[in-house]
């Protein structure tokens, strides 16, 4: 059979690629490369209000970081400005009392969903002050492209 050079350069050239995936998804598992959420929280979705783990929404800060508490609801998060400090790990906590949201801080690495029922929590580092959009990135209604909340990363004060 015939088969043409550029064919054949193609041919190999994908190839390549499919083993290169594979090697890729392998790597990903040795390595511990993917970080899959550790346990699983739940909640009731029609008690987030009074629920104790939510009733004191905000920061709260510590010598060693800060920890942040917010709902995403049809079309808002609560609260809607977080302040938190430079250089010091962050934990988030957040849950939903209607239905899924995304919680997404353009320009960095912080980006879950959050689904009714559940509390989805996550940590990271905010090395650069200064003024982040939080949006919602899961289509949840009407008002979903007006659903956002500001995060403002503080120079660490001490
Ligand atoms: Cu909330 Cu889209």
Redesign the pocket.
Known sequence: MNVPLYEKIWMWAAGGMIVAFILMVFAGVAFSALEPPSHVETIDPAQVWTDARFANRGVTQSPTGATVIAV?M??AFNPAEIHVPAGKPVTFRLTSADVT??FQIVGTNANTMVIPGYISQFTTTFSTPGEYLIV??????LG?HQ?YATLIVEEASS
Do not use: I, K, T, V
């Open positions: 995403a049809m079309f949201h995304g919602c990135n899961e289509y949840c209604g979903h659903m």
